[in-house]
């Protein structure tokens, strides 16, 4: 049974930073490209990063690109998104994803940058 559990968001001044984590069980994680979405209210889900099976490939949407790094531990089955230089126009729920399981999606972590 798929799992997926978001944490390490918060509230953060503008220019802070903060790491999130996801943790995964319930498939063989090193075999999967992972994303991290995020999603305000009214909006649709939008795609913020992806990292490949062995982590050697990552992509950014444009609007994050040099601030946040994906990266991911296949030994420990957790996928992690560094933000920094942080936006107030970066709050949002951020979700990861993995495409093996299209329709699961974990509870998110809630990333508000306020002053």
């Known amino acids: 049974q798929v799992h997926l559990v978001e944490s390490g968001g918060g509230l953060v001044q503008p220019g802070g930073s903060l790491r999130l984590s996801c943790a995964a069980s319930?498939?063989?994680?090193?075999?999967?490209?992972m994303n991290w979405y995020r999603q305000t209210p009214g909006k649709e889900r939008e795609l913020v990063s992806t990292i490949s099976s062995g982590g050697g490939s990552t992509t950014y949407a444009n609007s994050v690109k040099g601030r946040f790094t994906v990266s991911r531990d296949n030994a420990k089955s957790t996928v992690y998104l560094q933000m920094n230089s942080l936006k107030p126009e970066d709050t949002a729920v951020y979700y990861c994803?993995?495409?093996?399981?299209?329709?699961?999606w974990g509870q998110g972590t809630q990333v508000t940058v306020s002053s």
């Open positions: 319930g498939f063989t994680f090193s075999s999967t490209s």
């Open positions: 994803y993995t495409p093996l399981f299209r329709f699961y």
